[in-house]
């Protein structure tokens, strides 16, 4: 398994591990604040992205053909890249979503979110296409 | 890999890239102070990445790497290519018509053809789904 991989799947199980946390507290009856600890769009993300896409990606990087005996798993810089943009744009959004009044921060922080993961969805394609093909 | 696992794993990719912007323009939207109609739009991004992405992309998978039955390989082939044209067409039917505002029989029309294309798979890869060491006939 390359190191590619090991990185994205124990970062999605980690995510999974949080997201489900996260949904205990949310369904919990005694929260201490009225404000949730996490908005429901940060946990279906946390969730779809955080643990699905990246273990998706993780698992697609290791066992999809090989691109050429060279350079078997193809561009691994855009891999990386993906990696980072995607946990970046995820963390980014949870500390969006997170603030307790919506302003030019959290704006911000959305915005940054957003281009971090369409970098990280984009990189991801452009790295696994060419390994996408029949033998 | 098979020529239908390639065709469903890049449909896969490409509505993964469209998903991802469609998303990408709803979160970013506040920020940038842009009125957008997230109605239409949400769908869209649900419709993208819920069956367009990881739906060609399991089914496409599946065709793969399921075991294959003996001197028939892959079995009904045509059944599976069935499932790839009609989840597409029923992607395009149930995120364009929400989208652009069709009537909702589009919608409608395209949530059958995505369950059709479920049936047609089934049917595909159930005789697949077995243990590798048995002989064809004990499924």
């Known amino acids: 398994m390359p190191r590619l991989t090991r990185w994205y799947v124990k970062t999605a199980m980690l995510y999974l591990l949080v997201a489900l946390l996260l949904g205990v507290l949310m369904q919990g009856p005694a929260s201490p604040t009225p404000i949730p600890v996490v908005a429901w769009p940060t946990y279906l993300h946390l969730l779809v992205v955080g643990w699905l896409t990246q273990l998706i990606f993780g698992i697609a990087f290791w066992l999809f053909p090989r691109y050429s005996s060279e350079r078997p798993r193809g561009n691994e810089g855009l891999g990386w890249a993906g990696y980072g943009f995607l946990n970046v744009g995820l963390l980014l959004r949870v500390l969006g979503e997170r603030l307790p009044a919506p302003g030019a921060s959290a704006g911000w922080l959305l915005v940054a979110s957003a281009v971090a993961q369409l970098i990280a969805g984009w990189a991801f394609v452009v790295a696994i296409w060419p390994r996408v093909k029949e033998r | ?139």
């Open chain 2, 1 to 139: 890999m098979p020529r239908l696992t390639v065709w469903m794993v890049r449909t896969a990719l490409l509505y993964l890239g469209s998903g991802i912007a469609v998303g990408a323009v709803l979160l970013a939207a506040p920020g940038l102070s842009l009125r957008l109609e997230a109605r239409p739009l949400r769908p869209l991004h649900i419709e993208f990445l819920l069956l367009g992405w990881t739906g060609n992309l399991v089914l496409g998978v599946a065709f793969w790497i399921l075991p294959r039955l003996g001197s028939e390989g892959r079995g009904h082939e045509s059944l599976a290519w069935a499932a790839y044209w009609l989840l597409n067409l029923g992607v395009a039917a149930v995120g364009g018509g929400q989208a652009l505002g069709l009537p909702g029989n589009v919608a409608l029309l395209g949530r059958a053809a995505e369950g059709l294309a479920a049936a047609a798979f089934a049917c595909h890869a159930w005789p697949r789904v077995r243990s590798v060491s048995a002989p064809h006939s004990e499924r």
